[in-house]
């Protein structure tokens, strides 16, 4: 088995007591959630500085790219797959349509169904945004070996695999 060390300016000890200024954590030390967060909140802030000149969400670039690798799929469709509610994923859409980065058609088989595809500015905001996104993944990867990047990301899928409770509508921005 191979053995992996951090880097010398992580350990699970310092991470925490460097981030919370010596603030006691007491029970939510034990919280999942509470640590899922403030990882969530450390990828979110580099992708922010990361993507600032694109002006490009998280949640579009994730909209944009399966729009790209599924060419006629719904905003039904992309919605259920990131788990957003209805009217969250029209206004997404609506934001990358009014960047020329996608299009809506009407389908040929169910007129009341749209399908979206991405246009050629799409493509290369994709190609763009896939070149950045690299070196902000990079920053994150680094951090464990490729045993332990599978592992993490085998658990966080277990934890998303199975809906438990019902969309509800979305509390922060898209």
């Not at 399966?66 to 509610?85: H, K, T, V, Y």
């Not at 040929?108 to 763009?128: H, M, P, S």
């Not at 680094?142 to 509508?169: G, H, K």
Request: one cysteine or more; a negative charge.
């Amino acid at each position: 088995m191979t053995t992996f060390h951090a880097p010398e300016e992580y350990s699970p000890s310092s991470a925490l007591n460097a981030s919370t200024s010596g603030v006691k954590l007491g029970s939510l030390q034990e919280i999942l959630g509470f640590h899922l967060r403030l990882a969530n909140v450390a990828v979110f802030q580099d992708y922010q500085a990361t993507m600032a000149g694109l002006a490009l969400t998280p949640k579009q670039f994730a909209v944009l790219e399966l729009i790209e690798e599924n060419p006629g799929a719904s905003q039904i469709d992309i919605a259920n797959c990131l788990r957003m509610d209805k009217a969250s994923m029209m206004a997404l859409v609506n934001k990358l349509e009014a960047r020329h980065a996608i299009e809506r058609r009407p389908s040929a088989v169910d007129r009341r169904r749209q399908e979206l595809f991405i246009t050629e500015e799409g493509v290369v905001l994709a190609n763009k945004a896939k070149t950045l996104r690299s070196a902000h993944e990079a920053r994150f990867k680094e951090r464990f070996s490729p045993e332990e990047l599978a592992d993490l990301v085998s658990y966080l899928q277990r934890i998303y695999a199975t809906r438990t409770t019902p969309t509800l509508q979305e509390d922060d921005a898209d």
